[in-house]
C-alpha cells in the first residue's frame, strides 16, 4: 500500500474517532441537561436570577414609599433618598448576583461529580466507552448553559426595569459588564466542579468553594494594586464596567487572560483527580 494510501485511511480513522468522541460527548450534555430538567434546576434557577433581576430596581425605586410607610418613623419625618442612576442601579444588581446569585450556583453545583461517585452512578458510566475527560467536561458545559442562561435572563430583567424605573443604560455597557461577571460565575463553576471531584462530601465542596470566592473577592478588593489581576477582580471589574468605565485596562486584560486558563486547568485537573479515584477502579 502506497504512503499515500496510508496517509488516507490514518486520516480516516482519526476523524472517526474524533467523531466517536464528539458523538459521546454530546450524548453525555444531553443526559445532564436532562437531568436539570427533571430535578427542575433548570426551571427554578433562572426563575432566582430573574427574581433578583427584577427586585433591584423596584426596590430602589419605590424605597422611600417603603420606609415612609413603615409607620416607626416619627411624624413629620420627611425622607429624602437620592435616586441612583441607571448604571449604579445595574451595578447593584451585579453585587446581589454576587451574594445570592453565587450561592445558588455553588448550591446547585457542589453535588456535580461527588454526588454520581457517592451514588456510584459514576462508576457505571466510566465503565462504558466514555473518557473521564468526557465525564467531566460534559458535566461541566451543562452547568455553564444554566448559569450564562439565568444570569442573561436575570440581567435583562434588570436592564429593563431599570430602563422603565430609571434611565436607559447603554446596550453595549450592559453587555460588556453581563459577560465580565459571566466569565466570573463561570470561573466559580469550574472552582466548584474540582472541589466536588477532589471531596467526597457535597457540603464540604460547597462551603470550600464559597470560601474560596469569598477569599479571591476579598483579597482583590482589599489589595487592588498587588491582586487585581486575579479571577477575584472580575466582579469589581464588571461592577465598573456598567458604572464608571474600566480604568486599568491592562489589569484587566490580564485577569481575563489568568481566569481562563485557570477554567481549564480546573477542568484538566478535575478529570486527573478523578480518573486517580476509586470512581474509576
Not at 62 to 91: D, H, R, Y
Not at 111 to 118: A, C, D, I, L, P
Not at 238 to 260: D, E, K, P
Request: net charge positive.
Amino acid at each position: 500500500m502506497s504512503t499515500k494510501a496510508l496517509g488516507h485511511v490514518h486520516r480516516g480513522t482519526m476523524e472517526r474517532a474524533y467523531s466517536s468522541h464528539f458523538t459521546r460527548f454530546t450524548v453525555m450534555v444531553q443526559k445532564e441537561l436532562l437531568e436539570l430538567v427533571r430535578s427542575y434546576k433548570l426551571l427554578w434557577v433562572p426563575l432566582v436570577f430573574i427574581l433578583l433581576g427584577i427586585m433591584q430596581p423596584v426596590s430602589t425605586y419605590f424605597m422611600p414609599i417603603i420606609l415612609e410607610k413603615a409607620g416607626s418613623l416619627p411624624e413629620g419625618t420627611v425622607i429624602e433618598i437620592p435616586m441612583p442612576n441607571g448604571s449604579e442601579v445595574l451595578a447593584q444588581t451585579l453585587q446581589q448576583f454576587g451574594t445570592l446569585g453565587v450561592l445558588v450556583i455553588v448550591l446547585v453545583c457542589m453535588g456535580t461529580v461527588s454526588g454520581e461517585r457517592n451514588s456510584g452512578t459514576a462508576s457505571l458510566i466510566l465503565v462504558k466507552p466514555v473518557s473521564v475527560l468526557s465525564f467531566i467536561s460534559s458535566k461541566w458545559t451543562a452547568m455553564l448553559l444554566l448559569t450564562w442562561g439565568a444570569l442573561t435572563l436575570g440581567y435583562f430583567a434588570a436592564w429593563y426595569y431599570t430602563a422603565l424605573l430609571f434611565d436607559e443604560v447603554s446596550f453595549s455597557k450592559m453587555i460588556g459588564s453581563l459577560l465580565i461577571f459571566g466569565l466570573w460565575l463561570s470561573f466559580l463553576v469550574t472552582l466548584t466542579i474540582l472541589f466536588s471531584a477532589l471531596l467526597r462530601s457535597p457540603a464540604a465542596a460547597a462551603f470550600t468553594a464559597l470560601g474560596g470566592a469569598v477569599a479571591l473577592t476579598l483579597l482583590a478588593s482589599l489589595f487592588p494594586e498587588q491582586l487585581g489581576w486575579s479571577p477575584g477582580a472580575l466582579s469589581g471589574f464588571a461592577y465598573a464596567s456598567v458604572s464608571s468605565g474600566i480604568v486599568n485596562v491592562s489589569r484587566f486584560g490580564l485577569a481575563v487572560t489568568l481566569t481562563i486558563i485557570g477554567i481549564a486547568a480546573a477542568v484538566a485537573l478535575s478529570a486527573w483527580v478523578l480518573r486517580r479515584s476509586s470512581a474509576v477502579e
